[in-house]
């Protein structure tokens, strides 16, 4: 059963949305949430459709319906404030650059947070590297689909007692703290066809973007962000982590993913608007 774990939290009249990724929960923002909003944006942690109960409540998606989902919360929070900014992490990082390379003119800035187009970190198994090539076409055949990718050690985090409470969670069932323990083939296969779909469109993203990645990133190598940075058309500040693994949003370094954020996003606006407008845009 699906339970909601959705945030806002209410600020000045810059909005962000934030995305969290496959199997994952609107808590794995919580903390960028928070930073944002003490720095006076007004904050939507948003919640993908099918996520936060179980397995087959995901499977009943698609990536038609976490577009779809994604579209209607930029609508909500588009009507409580007057410049909107859209973030996610892994897919949801994607999601965002698709929403931004399809509504241009709705989007001030973009954070990207360890986006994935292709499982290749240095923790992901030699076989299941190739999953980009061989889940669309195992959906598309209608085989394996029972079938799902585990999540493994050290399930994103270089923090290890964060890491022993997330894989607490995962594993108890608990999924609107922690997400889902497994990737059902069917889900990741709908994942990786958003990726291949969204490398054609990046040239369309003309809004400013901030682009963070871990070094050591355990999920997505680095790579797939310097292919996000070579191919959007705005301007870009790319910010390599060295002490954190995939999930940098509440990882070692998320203090430094908040302090980076606020400090982009701020000069976005001020280049944009003025010092002046700003500061009556974000009160604190």
């Known amino acids: 059963m699906i339970q909601s774990a959705e945030f806002f939290l209410q600020g000045g009249r810059v909005g962000i949305l934030l995305i969290h990724g496959l199997t994952g929960t609107p808590k794995e923002m919580r903390f960028l949430g928070r ?106 055949l209608n085989i394996l689909q029972d079938r799902r990718f585990n999540e493994e050690p050290p399930y994103g985090l270089k923090d290890e007692r964060l890491r022993a409470l997330v894989a607490a969670s995962m594993f108890s069932g608990a999924s609107t703290e922690a997400g889902l323990a497994g990737n059902p083939y069917p889900s990741l296969a709908d994942m990786l066809t958003i990726a291949d779909q969204l490398k054609a469109d990046l040239p369309r993203v003309k809004a400013p973007c901030l682009i963070m990645h871990a070094r050591h990133d355990d999920v997505a190598d680095i790579s797939n962000a310097r292919l996000v940075q070579r191919r959007v058309r705005g301007p870009v500040e790319f910010v390599e982590l060295p002490n954190s693994y995939h999930m940098i949003t509440i990882d070692l370094e998320h203090r430094e993913v908040i302090r980076k954020s606020v400090e982009f996003y701020r000069s976005v606006l001020s280049h944009k608007l003025g010092d002046a407008s700003l500061e009556t845009l974000l009160p604190v």
Not at 39 to 52: D, E, K, R, S
Not at 103 to 114: L, S
Request: with cysteine; charged share 20%; glycine share 12%.
């Open 35 to 140: 930073g944002l909003n003490r720095a006076g944006f007004t904050v939507y942690g948003m919640q993908l459709a099918g996520h936060c109960g179980d397995e087959s409540d995901l499977l009943a998606t698609g990536g038609a319906d976490w577009i779809r989902s994604v579209e209607m919360a930029a609508d909500r929070l588009s009507a409580e404030v007057d410049h909107l900014i859209v973030g996610g992490l892994s897919m949801g990082a994607l999601l965002a650059l698709r929403y931004a390379a399809n509504f241009p003119e709705r989007v001030t800035a973009v954070g990207v947070y360890g986006p994935t187009f292709r499982y290749d970190g240095w923790s992901i198994p030699l076989y299941a590297r190739y999953m980009h090539v061989l889940l669309p076409l195992v959906k598309k």
